[in-house]
């Protein structure tokens, strides 16, 4: 007796706790000042899951893009035209010279959210042996009329090569690609700069260039246009990954509220909180 009226509490007490829970918004939809909208999502179980832990909401309220070689800044994400600008905090520039590092994505980021053709990586202080400046010499280019030994002499915190060699050390303004499959020991230059809309940057001198790297992503096939026009957030179930319409229900749903939807909390995976249901309904 005494057991079955535990139990008869427990349950009563779990349904109190649903419309309260039902309250709750799923997934958070931003970060300061940076919108978080499909396909991405920093809360597990939320967005698409090729996107799965590419993000990080820290106690500032930055959001910063998770990668190999480090956390990079997200500054801005454009969800029309489907870039995203991100911010090495590490990285040199113009004003600022930094220790020697790498730019490094996993495989699957460079798949599906690689950056633009019009970032332009510039690598800084080369040896005469470094093979983008030898066997490899067509990686080099020029952009929008400006050619990368233009930072020496821009740039304060470039002119320290300058001075160093008495001469003005070789360079190479190159695409993602180079940086991707060749690490700064390989390439043999010492550091590394980005620069994002570098088309448009025509009589533009380096003082006045935004120092950055813009990725660009594809949507998942499928979309999301279904479930959030029907109250919904996208997500997808955290142990198969399989797509959910996650709403403010505690029902499962594939595709749409109107059909049902699945509810996740803090604390509760989408499959522990159903398997409550499940029990409770069963007792």
Same mark, same amino acid.
């Given at each position: 007796?005494? %057991?079955?009226?535990?139990?008869?509490?427990?349950?009563?007490?779990?349904?109190?706790?649903? +419309?309260?829970?039902?309250?709750?918004?799923?997934?958070?939809? =931003?970060?300061?000042?940076? %919108?978080?909208?499909? +396909?991405?999502?920093?809360?597990?179980?939320?967005?698409?899951?090729?996107? $799965?832990?590419?993000?990080?909401? /820290? =106690?500032?309220?930055?959001?910063?893009? *998770?990668?190999?070689?480090?956390?990079?800044?997200?500054?801005?994400?454009?969800?029309?035209?489907?870039?995203?600008?991100?911010?090495?905090?590490?990285?040199?520039?113009?004003?600022?010279?930094?220790?020697?590092?790498?730019?490094?994505?996993?495989?699957?980021?460079?798949?599906?959210?690689?950056?633009? =053709?019009?970032?332009?990586?510039?690598?800084? /202080?080369?040896?005469?042996? =470094?093979?983008?400046?030898?066997?490899?010499?067509?990686?080099?280019?020029?952009?929008?009329?400006?050619?990368?030994?233009?930072?020496?002499?821009?740039?304060?915190?470039?002119?320290?090569?300058?001075?160093?060699?008495?001469?003005? +050390?070789?360079?190479?303004?190159?695409?993602?690609?180079?940086? $991707?499959?060749?690490?700064?020991?390989?390439?043999?230059?010492?550091?590394?700069?980005? *620069? *994002? /809309?570098?088309?448009?940057?025509?009589?533009?001198?380096?003082?006045?260039?935004?120092?950055?790297?813009?990725?660009?992503?594809?949507? +998942?096939?499928?979309?999301?246009?279904?479930?959030?026009?029907?109250?919904?957030?996208?997500?997808?179930?955290?142990?198969?990954?399989?797509?959910?319409?996650?709403?403010?229900?505690?029902?499962?749903?594939?595709?749409?509220?109107?059909?049902?939807?699945?509810?996740?909390?803090?604390?509760?995976?989408?499959?522990?909180?159903?398997?409550?249901?499940?029990?409770?309904?069963?007792?």
């Amino acid at each position: 007796m005494a %057991a079955y009226l535990s139990i008869a509490i427990l349950v009563t007490t779990l349904l109190q706790l649903v +419309p309260a829970l039902a309250l709750l918004t799923p997934c958070r939809t =931003s970060c300061g000042s940076v %919108a978080i909208k499909y +396909p991405f999502g920093v809360d597990d179980g939320c967005g698409a899951p090729q996107f $799965r832990n590419m993000f990080n909401c /820290n =106690s500032t309220t930055e959001l910063f893009f *998770v990668t190999p070689s480090g956390n990079y800044k997200v500054e801005s994400i454009d969800y029309d035209k489907q870039t995203m600008v991100v911010y090495d905090p590490a990285m040199s520039t113009c004003s600022i010279l930094q220790p020697h590092h790498d730019f490094k994505m996993t495989d699957i980021q460079s798949a599906i959210i690689p950056p633009t =053709s019009d970032t332009v990586f510039a690598l800084l /202080n080369c040896s005469v042996d =470094s093979p983008v400046l030898n066997h490899y010499s067509y990686l080099c280019f020029n952009f929008s009329a400006h050619s990368c030994e233009e930072l020496y002499g821009a740039c304060n915190a470039f002119r320290v090569f300058h001075f160093s060699t008495n001469s003005t +050390p070789p360079c190479c303004f190159t695409g993602y690609d180079t940086v $991707r499959t060749m690490s700064m020991n390989i390439l043999d230059c010492t550091h590394y700069t980005s *620069v *994002v /809309n570098a088309d448009g940057l025509r009589g533009i001198g380096p003082l006045d260039w935004v120092y950055g790297i813009k990725l660009t992503y594809m949507l +998942p096939e499928g979309g999301c246009r279904r479930c959030t026009q029907s109250g919904g957030t996208c997500g997808f179930d955290t142990e198969t990954e399989g797509r959910l319409c996650l709403c403010s229900a505690s029902s499962n749903s594939t595709r749409e509220c109107g059909a049902g939807g699945t509810f996740v909390s803090k604390g509760y995976t989408k499959n522990k909180f159903l398997n409550l249901r499940k029990t409770n309904s069963s007792t």
